[in-house]
């Protein structure tokens, strides 16, 4: 199963944005989860949701970003809201625990 992310794009401080990951074939029984890189650093973890619909969150967006899916679609979604400068970064979506298989990604700036 390949996952292809997108939605991401330029938005002012505090602004919203719904990013989407796309699978190529059914993932209802797996974990996912959204990562992110930053410029200049690791990638790290964001979000992550079970297959039961169980939501964890890293710290740093827990209560901004709030992570879904729909398996009849086989999408999982990050809603991103109350954005800061430093959730800038690109996105990944994955399996979790992770895959040595990344996509691309999509971009998302934050501008002050």
């Known amino acids: 199963v390949q996952l292809q992310a997108s939605g991401g794009g330029l938005v002012q401080t505090g602004g919203s944005l719904r990013l989407s990951c796309a699978a190529s074939?059914?993932?209802?029984?797996?974990?996912l989860a959204w990562y992110r890189r930053a410029p200049g650093k690791q990638r790290e973890f964001v979000a992550r949701i079970s297959s039961g619909g169980i939501l964890v969150a890293a710290e740093s967006v827990k209560g901004r970003f709030t992570i879904s899916r729909d398996n009849a679609k086989n999408t999982v979604f990050l809603q991103m809201n109350s954005l800061k400068p430093e959730d800038t970064a690109v996105y990944y979506c994955?399996?979790?625990?992770?895959?040595?298989?990344w996509g691309p990604g999509t971009q998302v700036t934050v501008s002050s």
């Open positions: 994955n399996f979790f625990p992770a895959r040595s298989l």
């Open positions: 074939g059914s993932f209802s029984i797996n974990a």
